[in-house]
């Protein structure tokens, strides 16, 4: 199993530029997260997908932001445009059945994304 | 606003010594979870504890949980520099799959 897997490890881009962050979940679990990591405001839950359906996007900070999942097997989180706030980062998760199952997160090595 | 909030938010020991990390929260939760970060990496998880158990061990590792109290703490015993980290807990929100982290407690271990 080679765990949750994110490209790129690292993304440096102007002011303006359009960001595709990638994420292939772990094979046959049903729940995928996108997280977000700064010093300021610690870890922040963007938005789920459960069956690659989108289940709670409350906490995309703006319409900049946004994310699909085609397929069981990607998911891209897209920022257009960004802007040097955005720089942190971020992280995508995958869970077999979800916390209410008790089904704990698997995470990858996240992408970080520096925009100047 | 932070489901869980760690204490203390940096701790530093020497290599044997037990680390205690708590961790409190405000609503309601089915489980609560335990995660460590090493530098550059991503979150891994550690222990799953439900809502109606009152401690669980794995390994070299404790969590306890006071449901009445909304706190939970991580215990280390035998500490060794590899468990330098930090170390976040997360609950869900009631009934959501949402889960919300602490800002963690940073651990470092001198050998």
């Known amino acids: 199993d080679a765990g949750v897997i994110q490209s790129p490890r690292h993304e440096v881009t102007e002011m303006g530029q359009e960001v595709t962050l990638r994420c292939k979940p772990i094979?046959?679990?049903?729940?995928l997260f996108w997280y977000r990591q700064t010093m300021m405001r610690g870890l922040e839950l963007l938005i789920y997908?459960?069956?690659?359906?989108?289940?709670?996007d409350s906490g995309m900070p703006e319409d900049r932001f946004s994310a699909k999942m085609p397929n069981a097997s990607f998911s891209t989180l897209k920022i257009q445009p960004s802007e040097p706030r955005d720089s942190a980062v971020y992280f995508c998760?995958?869970?077999?059945?979800?916390?209410?199952?008790?089904?704990?997160?698997?995470f990858g090595n996240g992408t970080r994304l520096t925009v100047t | 606003s932070q489901q869980g909030e760690e204490d203390p938010q940096a701790l530093s020991i020497q290599e044997g010594e037990n680390a205690t990390m708590n961790c409190s929260y405000k609503?309601?939760?089915?489980?609560l979870q335990w995660y460590r970060q090493n530098s550059g990496r991503g979150l891994v998880h550690l222990i799953l504890?439900?809502?109606?158990?009152r401690e669980k061990h794995s390994g070299r590792l404790r969590v306890t949980l006071d449901t009445s109290k909304k706190s939970s703490s991580l215990l280390i015993t035998a500490s060794r520099a590899a468990d330098t980290a930090s170390y976040f807990c997360?609950?869900?929100?009631?009934?959501?799959?949402?889960?919300?982290f602490g800002k963690g407690t940073k651990l470092t271990v001198n050998p």
């Open positions: 504890i439900r809502s109606n158990e």
């Open positions: 094979s046959g679990h049903d729940y």
């Open positions: 997908f459960n069956n690659n359906v989108p289940i709670d």
């Open positions: 997360a609950t869900e929100r009631g009934g959501s799959e949402k889960l919300v």
């Open positions: 609503t309601s939760i089915n489980n």
């Open positions: 998760a995958s869970s077999l059945r979800g916390t209410s199952y008790n089904s704990p997160l698997h």
